[in-house]
């Protein structure tokens, strides 16, 4: 079975499912919002960006920092929670930018990920990049780097995510868009305080016996089983690895949304598989792709200028 | 590969993993706890049931509410999060009852469960049962319907979970303890105001595509062919259907911990997709499963008497 790409060249959200049309009401359950009970082309008609992390308050620091980057009114300190009625997930709105928590792992984000598209969709959004900011395990690259994804790889290192459809398996594309990881890491050079790459990412369906730990509740190999798996990783170009990639990338490239994942690696797992660093390296790791995908934003809007330079440079020395 | 049952005979949780003894430090990263920084033992010594669930605020009204019906000193208004550093799941505990959220999906419980089992082995906690109380879609079943699975299945209708560990694809058991299903039926004959059954759990990674909805983002099947799908389920013995059944009895049988699944039907698959009823309709849905476990415990604990006969009557009639 294959599928077709969802470009089609108007910027529009693609669904791909002709049941929505007849449908008299869409509720967007897990968001808490619905066609009938909001006024969505009013709330999100002029979304041009979505990020989408992890945890819920990593994403509301995302949009009171993209706030006051983007120079709008007030403080953003007072960012109202747009699912405050449900704690499945939370969204916040700063401008154009849209910041959504997606939780843990490939069945969270896609649950996530159907009701945005739809949300996308029924606002009549145009032209609108999603980006995946995230945290990792690095392989072979220290700790702190950014990771610019350019294809998801599943834990085989192959280029695929399989979906269960009713009892078919369909396998799709995670390939990403290839022009936003080159503009992606061109903003990256306007940083100095951090290493920026391009990599395979690899998503695993679990934390420890999936991504070759040996420190969970139950592990049955070695300390070399697992060193010579995550060398062959490396091998096939696995630079990091998280748990909601090659979903995030399939879902995205069928619906015709140009999909990025940046993600920081908060160790090396060469080297080990506990995340023991101090709390405040820990945040500030994950500071690192939203200070990126800032700069993004701001280039694409035209607010980007040289006068930037300095204050990176102030966030190196500070 | 065949993997053991974990139970032991002693009561003890038992991690399967020779590396662990020899960490001179365990922290247990998404539960922002760990064994140098907590005294485990003083904290969780005396757990002997946890109870967990999706939704982080449903999780600490749980907690709230067996505070209460435990008689426990204060009012349980002020029971706080345990996790509060971060924001990857919540964990409140009333007297011997721990109460966790894990989130939505496989890869999401499975994080919280090896934390968790790892946290109770290093408390040194003796005779646990665990039980996760959730929500799910019904089949063939009135919306508010409780369903105590007697197995959890897969897409397939099969009893099994894949594991995949380094790129191997282990087949673990999904059975559940069936002393503990005739125990938990039991108790529900003491409530009268919803009804109560035993039947198949089906598991999958995604709500849309994968449980048969029409009304996702991406749809490429039939009203027929998914009618016929679940009809297929449901002659299977499948009575409902949610996201991390599978996993949770795969990992906590070979830990030796005694499990149950028992969730709430928020709605009627055959009848239709998405979940429509009033905001206080669905909120008393998610006690059901509370007041059948509150039940359970008290009677564990020799607190349970017949007056509490007339409480239910008095919870059926107001």
């Known amino acids: 079975m294959t599928e077709r790409k969802g470009y089609a060249g108007n910027g529009l959200v ?114 609108v990049t999603i980006i995946r900011i995230g945290t990792s395990g690095g392989l072979g690259i220290d700790p702190g780097t950014v990771v610019i994804t350019d294809i998801a790889v599943d834990s085989f290192f192959k280029a695929r995510f399989e979906q269960v459809i009713l009892d078919n398996i369909v396998v799709r594309s995670t390939e990403l868009d290839k022009d936003l990881v080159e503009e992606l890491l061109n903003c990256s050079k306007e940083i100095h305080y951090f290493p920026t790459l391009i990599g395979h990412t690899m998503c695993t369906y679990d934390f420890y016996e999936g991504q070759g730990r040996l420190d969970g509740a139950l592990c049955s190999f070695s300390h070399e089983k697992k060193l010579e798996y995550l060398k062959r990783a490396y091998d096939a170009g696995v630079r990091n690895i998280e748990m909601e990639s090659t979903v995030f990338a399939a879902i995205c490239g069928l619906c015709g949304l140009k999909a990025a994942v940046v993600c920081v690696a908060l160790l090396n797992r060469l080297e080990g598989d506990q995340i023991k660093a101090p709390h405040e390296v820990l945040v500030e790791y994950q500071q690192r792709p939203q200070h990126l995908i800032s700069i993004f934003i701001k280039k694409r809007l035209g607010l980007y200028n040289q006068m930037e330079l300095l204050d990176n440079a102030f966030f190196l020395n500070n």
Do not use: W
Request: charged share 20%; proline share 4%.
């Open 14 to 127: 693609h669904v791909k499912n002709p049941h929505l049309d007849s449908m008299d009401e869409d509720v967007l359950y897990h968001l808490n919002l619905g066609t009938k009970t909001h006024n969505l082309p009013v709330m999100f008609g002029d979304v041009k960006f979505v990020c989408v992390g992890g945890s819920p308050n990593r994403m509301k620091a995302f949009a009171q920092f993209m706030h006051k980057e983007l120079g709008l009114e007030g403080d953003g300190k007072d960012l109202k929670d747009i699912c405050a009625g449900t704690d499945r997930y939370s969204m916040y709105k700063a401008g154009p930018v849209l910041s959504i928590s997606h939780g843990m792992g490939v069945p969270s984000i896609s649950i996530m990920l159907h009701e945005l598209i739809k949300l996308l969709h029924h606002a009549k959004c145009c032209d």
